[in-house]
């Protein structure tokens, strides 16, 4: 190798996954007096370290030409952590640039991220549709593997895809096939739930706004089923809703079939989830839970068997709509605005306040289970509603009752309803003079922001302010409590087209904040 070719540099355009972002990344490489090796620096985790071995054993096997000198590979900017295997197809590529055995042709201006196996062929990474956000966002294209899986792009035919490093010598690129939505159907339907006609009626409403919701009854009552039903009567994901959840879930490797086709994601993790399951964590950090289940639904049944310290870090993402972890490296800020919807026995044996059937739990036993949500959690839930066994009628009538459509055709039409009155609402003009001493509005914490475009939209009287500050005090409601029977009673209102939040809207909201039949204290 001539003195020319061994002093210069190659460089490739590739990216490191922080939290669901790809940042860019540029790798340089170049050569330095010492044994023959490779050497990589830049913040490499383990992964990335040993690519040296593996790009080596590719490149041999493909027929290039490894230099016998020590090639040095900086991955920049250095102040950020990269881990994976998506980083061996841009060293390869840099070493072979700095060499000259291929041309830039189909490589400059173009993010490279692939793992290489030790026969040179080019394996797809996780997280796929992160490199693709960046790559529009830079107005660039791509190399990468071929993806089972297509490509999200707007333009697949600036995406390059290389099956073997070989191909690099023939300049034989596969482009990407575009990824095709299917419509796809779902097996289950509400109308296998006969009776429970009060539970639908809540879960429609938590459905048109969006509400937690905490449903508590006996064994058998159909608390899960109903919750794994109600994907089927929400409002498709939009367009951009839909690429921020997929693109979660292909960096957390996952499959995001369901989401593509606009149905919303849903989580149910088991409840022996850890801190970092739930929140996400690890090195590297990885989505949890809360982020799996972002723009769509987080179920955790059976919520009293969590552990209460991990429940209580879930009011930070239900206030925020985001989890933020702070390490040693630094802080990656991870998005979770989700729909909490939960399920729990009212004590041990699960039949306290049964009818039917005795409770064999002490009253000790009983505090003890039910206290293990906690107060704070309790207050942040909008809804908590009873759910009792079907009737043995009710069973053999499976089939007959109300159907996701019915119910899907109730939150659209209140949802599009409140979307009219949003932007008829905008141009409003929004009071900011102080309260009067004992109001509502002084009552409550809530009043700076969210809390005060809600009292502008609930277009409360006289009537409807006494009825619910007589309400509130009789409950005991904290401010975040009277913020979200409002809330509830705001969505009532839009399902029946009222524009005026009414009396009947808030009595039946603050049905939802009361004590349960089942024993529960909410609020």
């Known amino acids: 190798m001539s003195e020319a070719r061994s002093k210069r540099l ?15 990344v540029t790798v340089e490489v170049s050569f330095t007096q010492g044994l023959p090796g490779i050497s990589i620096v830049g913040m490499p985790d383990v992964a990335v370290s040993e690519a040296r071995l593996r790009v080596r054993a590719a490149l041999r096997a493909t027929g290039f030409e490894v230099p016998p000198l020590h090639i ?51 394996r797809p990474v996780r ?28 333009s697949p035919d600036s995406h390059y895809c290389l099956e073997s490093l070989s191909d690099l010598r023939s300049g ?74 997929a693109l979660i879930h292909s960096v957390a490797g996952l499959c995001y079939d369901s989401i593509l086709e606009g149905q919303k994601p849903f989580r149910a993790p088991h409840h022996s989830a850890t801190r970092a399951g739930l929140l996400g964590g690890g090195s590297p950090i990885t989505p949890g839970e809360v982020t799996l289940a972002h723009n769509g639904i987080l179920f955790l049944d059976e919520i ?19 989890v933020s972890l702070a390490r040693a490296k630094g802080t990656t800020v991870l998005p979770a605005n989700f729909m909490l919807v939960a399920a729990s026995n009212p004590c041990p044996c699960g039949y306290f306040g049964d009818p039917e059937r005795s ?35 009710e069973v053999l009538a499976t089939g007959s009752g109300k159907s996701s459509a019915e119910m899907r055709s109730q939150v659209l039409e209140a949802q599009e309803y409140a979307a009219w009155r949003t932007k008829a609402q905008e141009e409003a003009p929004v009071s900011t003079a102080s309260p009067p001493a004992g109001s509502l509005e002084q009552s409550t914490t809530l009043l700076a922001g969210e809390g005060l475009r809600l009292l502008n939209a609930c277009d409360l009287g ?12 009789r409950l005991k409601l904290s401010g975040r409590g009277i913020m979200r029977a409002l809330s509830v009673a705001r969505t009532l209102a839009d399902m029946e087209h009222s524009k005026q939040v009414l009396s009947e809207h808030i009595l039946e909201a603050l049905t939802f904040r009361a004590e349960g039949r089942c024993g529960h204290e909410h609020s």
């Open 304 to 322: 009293a068997e969590f552990g209460n310290a991990v429940l209580q870090l879930l009011r930070q993402p239900i206030e925020t709509g985001i």
């Open 172 to 245: 034989n690129f596969v482009a990407p096939s575009p990824r095709r939505k299917t419509l796809g159907s779902t097996s289950t339907d509400y109308c296998d739930l006969a009776g429970n006609e009060l539970a639908k009626r809540a879960l429609t409403v938590a459905a048109a706004g969006g509400h937690a919701l905490m449903m508590i009854g006996p064994p058998g009552s159909g608390k899960s089923m109903m919750a794994s039903r109600l994907p089927t009567i929400m409002a498709p994901l939009t367009k951009s809703e839909l690429l921020e959840a």
């Open 127 to 154: 997280g796929m549709l992160a490199y693709e956000q960046l790559a529009r966002e830079l107005d660039v294209g791509m190399v990468s593997a071929v993806s089972e899986q297509g490509t999200l792009s707007d």
């Open 72 to 122: 040095l590979v900086n991955l920049a900017p250095s102040d950020i952590p990269k881990s994976g295997s998506g980083f061996d197809l841009p060293i390869a590529l840099g070493i072979l640039l700095a060499t000259g055995q291929i041309s830039e042709e189909g490589i400059k201006e173009r993010l490279c991220v692939g793992e290489l196996s030790l026969d040179g062929s080019v």
């Open 359 to 393: 409770c064999s739990c002490s009253d000790a036993e009983i505090r003890r289970y039910q206290g293990r949500i906690g107060g704070p959690l309790l207050d942040r839930v909008d809804m908590v509603l009873d759910v009792w066994r079907s009737k043995p009628g």
């Open 10 to 24: 190659g460089y490739a355009q590739t990216a490191a996954l922080i939290g669901v972002e790809a940042k860019l």
């Open 462 to 473: 006289r009537q409807q302010r006494r009825c619910l500050e007589e309400a509130a005090e």
